[in-house]
DNA sequence: ATGGTTGAAAGTCAA
């Protein structure tokens, strides 16, 4: 079976869900997962995903900030919602897909809205900063004892971080802007690789093309300028990186009516 | 060096 799993920042989900309705009925992946829903979890659109076959959810927000949630037409056998940096944050969920799942069954998707981080790059002076790192390493410490690494699994989401130079539009401009300065993004990249994650993206599309996945709103024009980067990822644990088929940056979804800054980022995996 | 836009919410904070 083939299994397509979608990461997409969709910067509220009730102002937006005509889109992601769109785009489920358009591109049909198996499993959907939102970050910044910002939408307490009785007023989530639950039925509106129902609707059009996408009755598995499991979701975790709050008013106004963050929020996460997995959509999907497979059934899970299990889910968690982490709570991180000891904060109600609503920043991951994670589920198991269940026994109905066919040869997905048994994967676990874990779905991350890593803190932005603010405006300077330094934890001394900026306490927003301080919890982006301090979340990183809870991410790294959870990998080393938490996950089950027998487990195939997928962790995805906005993870607010640009790792590599052609992930921005102009690494030497960006090396002191938050998402892209040298200690998050070894810290990413070190957890990534220590933890044995694949770059979904970066293993079919290596540098040093130009990839990006998120679009300032404050840009005149973002698709003259082009001055993306590249914040959302999905990354394979070691026994799905075979099976990776394609990977998609679809970013026609910027140019939409009232768009998300972010656009999604789809992956199919061949089981 | 600064400002530019958007969303949730009802003045501002976060991104």
Not at 86 to 107: E, F, Q, W
Not at 116 to 134: C, Q, R, S, V
Not at 186 to 192: F, G, P, V, Y
Request: charged share 20%; net charge negative; glycine share 8%.
């Amino acid at each position: 079976m083939q299994l397509k799993v979608t990461s997409w920042n969709i910067n509220s989900v009730r102002l937006r869900i005509g889109l992601v309705c769109d785009f489920l009925t358009t591109h049909a992946p198996d499993i959907l997962c939102l970050q910044e829903t910002k939408t307490p979890d009785e007023q989530f659109p639950a039925k509106a995903f129902q609707q059009i076959g996408y009755g598995h959810l499991r979701f975790i927000g709050q008013k106004g900030y963050n929020g996460v949630a997995i959509v999907s037409k497979l059934p899970f056998s299990d889910h968690e919602a982490m709570t991180m940096c000891g904060r109600p944050d609503a920043r991951h969920m994670s589920a198991v897909l269940g026994p109905g799942a066919g040869a997905a069954s048994g994967i676990a998707i874990h779905n991350f809205y890593v803190p932005a981080g603010g405006d300077i790059p330094d934890p001394e002076l900026n306490p927003k900063f301080a919890h982006k790192l301090a979340f990183l390493d809870e991410l790294g410490v959870w990998g080393m004892t938490k996950r089950p690494s027998d487990r195939p699994a997928i962790l995805l989401g906005d993870l607010n971080i640009a790792p590599y130079e052609h992930d921005v539009w102009s690494h030497k401009q960006l090396l002191d802007v938050v998402s892209h300065t040298p200690v998050e993004t070894t810290a990413l990249e070190a957890l990534r690789a220590d933890l044995g994650w694949t770059d979904a993206a970066r293993s079919l599309r290596p540098e040093p093309e130009k990839l990006y996945s998120w679009w300032s709103y404050r840009a005149a024009d973002w698709q003259a300028s082009d001055r993306g980067r590249r914040l959302d990822h999905i990354w394979l644990s070691e026994g799905l990186k075979p099976t990776l088929q394609d990977l998609t940056f679809l970013r026609e979804a910027r140019g939409w009516q009232r768009p998300s800054d972010h656009v999604p980022v789809t992956v199919t995996l061949s089981l």
